[in-house]
């Protein structure tokens, strides 16, 4: 069973019996934020979860006569093309022999026999052909031309408000919808990234809705086959800040009781990440408010300069509207078992600009 906790003191209390010093305890219990956990069950027939409820996965809940929303061409395909053109000729080269056999000599060096002759083996076993690599170039290609966005989940908010507190910018009414392109599948650390994905907050009374079907263009490739759909229980939450995020870096923890925090942190999400919304996010590549403030100025993450340091202060305002885990049921796998994040700036967020909301990919 997951862990929930539903108060600041319950996370106050799990910090100090696991041996949290009782003021870093606190501070930390003090940043914690409300959430709501979408707990998910399959249904063999969506007609059994009502229109504009919660869910992930199925097909979306629009207003009579609204097109099935679609993204532009990337404005970088040019770049795109051209580095899943040049990975391709890498790992094709004839030289890329080479390279595999230093790099396993290389392990040889640093395991284990026992260990290195399973990732000898395990290695062995993997197929870098034509095929894989003229897929991802293929599928650069395709960033030229419009597509269709898979539907990926909608939150009616009305029921999120019944559920449990969140940030009180959020709106109160309506549903918010998440498309992404599943094909491409931008990981968010490019500022053109933001063409692939499209957040839309619909106002439509629930009678004028309809249950809309997918584009024909979206079963044309494996990538972008529909998602299985899943019915939402909310739960509401309390949640502190990620581990080794500024919130915990504030308190300055000392060596050995930071091993006391980790320890604690891995056992609280052992059971793996969720769908959630609001709150802290359950990141897995470090953080993400940094990310969003130097893609929308539309600084490259690589070029890190004096300009881009002074954007730091920016990342404060940025807050998670949506995590979307992988979930096998509804089968989704984001990367190697990562999630999706849906972030927004809180002016964006208070003038109901949700078209700049940036969605993050991070796996292991």
């Given amino acids: 069973m997951r862990k929930l906790f539903k108060t600041a003191a319950e996370i106050d209390r799990s910090l100090r019996a696991a041996g949290v010093p009782v003021a870093d305890a606190a501070t930390l219990a003090a940043s914690s934020k409300p959430y709501i956990w979408l707990e998910t069950t399959g249904v063999d027939d969506e007609a059994a979860i009502a229109l504009g409820a919660t869910k992930i996965g199925g097909t979306p809940d629009l207003p009579a006569g609204m097109p099935w929303p679609w993204r532009p061409p990337y404005p970088d395909h040019e770049v795109r093309v051209a580095q899943a053109q040049a990975g391709a000729d890498l790992f094709n080269s004839p030289d890329m022999a080479a390279v595999r056999t230093e790099t396993l000599e290389g392990f040889r060096m640093v395991l284990p026999s026992d260990e290195f002759e399973a990732y000898a083996a395990a290695s062995a076993k993997v197929d870098f052909g034509d095929s894989y690599f003229d897929f991802l170039v293929e599928s650069a290609r395709r960033t030229e031309a ?145 990310q969003c403030a130097l893609l929308t100025k539309r600084f490259d993450l690589n070029a890190w300069d004096a300009a881009a340091e002074r954007l730091k202060a920016d990342a404060a305002h940025w807050l998670m509207l949506l995590q979307i885990a992988s979930d096998d049921r509804a089968g989704m796998m984001w990367g190697d078992v990562g999630n999706l994040y849906v972030w927004i700036h809180r002016d964006a967020l208070r003038a109901r600009r949700f078209e700049e909301a940036r969605v993050i990919m991070q796996g292991y």
Avoid at 221 to 248: D, I, N
Avoid at 255 to 278: C, I, L, N, P, Q
């Fill in 146 to 290: 419009p597509a269709p966005l898979q539907f990926i989940a909608q939150v009616d908010l009305a029921d999120i408000r019944a559920a449990g507190p969140v940030d009180p910018d959020i709106p109160r009414e309506g549903r918010l919808l998440l498309f992404y392109d599943t094909d491409h599948r931008p990981d968010g650390d490019r500022p053109a990234d933001i063409t692939g994905a499209r957040l839309i907050h619909d106002l439509t009374p629930v009678c004028s809705l309809e249950r809309a079907s997918p584009p024909a263009e979206l079963s044309a490739h494996k990538q972008t086959a529909g998602f299985r759909p899943q019915r939402c229980v909310l739960h509401a939450g309390m949640w502190p800040p990620y581990f080794a995020s500024p919130e915990w870096n504030v308190c300055k923890i000392e060596d050995k009781a930071d091993k006391t925090v980790k320890s604690w942190w891995y056992e609280v999400t052992r059971d793996g990440h969720d769908h959630r919304f609001g709150g802290h996010p359950l990141p897995i590549q470090g953080d993400m408010r940094i």
